[in-house]
């Protein structure tokens, strides 16, 4: 189990927050704690977390989710905090992805297709993804602390985490570690919904996988984001460059930044 600092004691698992600090780099470096948040919605906590968010001493809150989304569960606005909203699920169409609980039903035939219309909306992620060009603007600005969140904090998230890691130098293991985690700290709610839904997934194996996608994260996907990078680019570095404009010089202030 990777060593990290640990809020689980200030929230309930299934908020899936966590400290990006801790983790060592390929340079031996390690990521600064207290700086970087990854978390699901803020609309889930409760009076208490909420009060313990304040103790992180936030500069900014990054909400990734849709306008329909944060419409229909409004993040409480931490007093002193600057909050933007940028939607991290639009393809590049411009198309919002359904994630929707009828979007991830379908069955037979729609399920193979909705699955793998999922696994390429993923390799598309990293790309012409607006949000994602603000969480590395405001980071390299020094708008930190910083927390980044969706609504499940897993998806969006996920890859916005893997993608601030590969940027600070964090090994692809370590990478998808963090990823995984998201399955640990929302055990509870992905074993629930399954027990929930076993009547359906007794009926069709490939709703079983919808099933945990909805909920959960698969190893899977995550290396097949990392692999999709470097197989389209060549390398993060030149990713980087050509994605978000980050050559040698602004990774360099990255990680002078963030790293200790």
Do not use: W
Not at 76 to 83: D, F, H, I, S
Not at 152 to 170: E, F, I, Q, S, Y
């Amino acid at each position: 189990m990777l060593e990290k600092p640990d809020l689980r004691k200030m929230f309930r698992d299934r908020i899936n927050i966590r400290d990006l600090g801790g983790y060592q780099t390929q340079d031996s470096r390690k990521i600064r704690t207290g700086m970087i948040y990854r978390s699901g919605g803020l609309f889930l906590m409760d009076s208490q977390e909420l009060e313990n968010l304040n103790s992180l001493h936030l500069k900014m809150v990054l909400d990734l989710r849709s306008v329909s989304e944060t419409e229909r569960h409004p993040d409480p606005k931490p007093a002193g905090v600057q909050y933007m909203q940028t939607s991290g699920v639009l393809n590049k169409y411009g198309k919002e992805i359904d994630f929707s609980p009828a979007g991830m039903r379908q069955q037979g035939n729609e399920a193979r297709e909705k699955i793998q219309s999922l696994k390429h909306y993923y390799m598309e992620m990293p790309y012409d993804n607006h949000a994602f060009h603000i969480l590395f603007e405001q980071l390299l600005n020094g708008n930190a602390p910083l927390l980044f969140h969706c609504a499940a904090g897993k998806d969006r998230t996920g890859v916005a985490a893997m993608l601030l890691l590969k940027a600070l130098g964090v090994s692809d293991e370590i990478t998808i570690e963090d990823y995984l985690l998201s399955n640990e700290y929302m055990k509870d709610v992905i074993r629930n919904h399954m027990e929930e839904e076993r009547d359906a997934i007794r009926k069709d194996p490939l709703f079983r996988e919808l099933a945990f996608m909805r909920k959960g994260v698969k190893k899977s996907i995550g290396v097949m984001v990392l692999e999709g990078i470097k197989a389209r680019s060549g390398s993060y570095e030149r990713f980087f460059k050509l994605e978000y404009g980050m050559g040698p010089a602004e990774l360099a202030a990255l990680r002078f930044q963030y790293l200790e």
